[in-house]
């Protein structure tokens, strides 16, 4: 949480809760961790990126709304793909951006072979979309990427094709999730 203090982001991500990392480590977040972030993320105005890597992560930060913790409107980052996570297929992104909160924002990214599928689904069906080495290195089957600035082109020529306007970071900013 120093970050929020030193740094002063407008966004941040708020992993929404505890999974493991394929029978290698557990990616805690306890429900009190969570309270404190909340909080942290609320006191110094940084408006949470509130990361589902399962459907269950959801219900957490609906509870965290109903103990005013989180004040909608929502953003949510739908994480597809990651060890320990939902898959990343076409059923879990539908069926997670099925049980998002009326009125709230989301994007999506997928971890591994299918991260491409599942950024035309979020084009497809109204979402924003994530792209970046954090989540993939490789541009195409063993093509590894020189830059992040290879995946955000590549993202723009997508989002083109399905006649969808890339936001300026100004735009962005005053988009009701914010």
Known sequence: MRPFMELKPEMASFDAGTMNWQNRTVFENRPDFLEKLAKAQREH??????????????????YLVEQKLLEPPLHYQLCLGVPGGMAATVENFMYLKS???????????????????????????????????????????????????EFVERVKRIAKEFQREIATPDEARCHPGF
């Open 99 to 149: 049980i998002l909160p009326q009125g709230s924002t989301w994007s999506a990214f997928a971890v591994g072979r299918m991260h491409l599928t599942i950024i035309f689904m979020a084009l497809i069906t109204g979402g924003h979309v994530r792209v970046g080495m954090e989540d993939n290195i490789f541009m195409a089957r063993g093509v590894l990427a020189k830059s992040n600035v």
């Open 45 to 62: 105005h940084v408006k949470p990126e509130l990361e589902l890597f399962d459907a269950g992560m959801l219900y957490n930060t609906l």
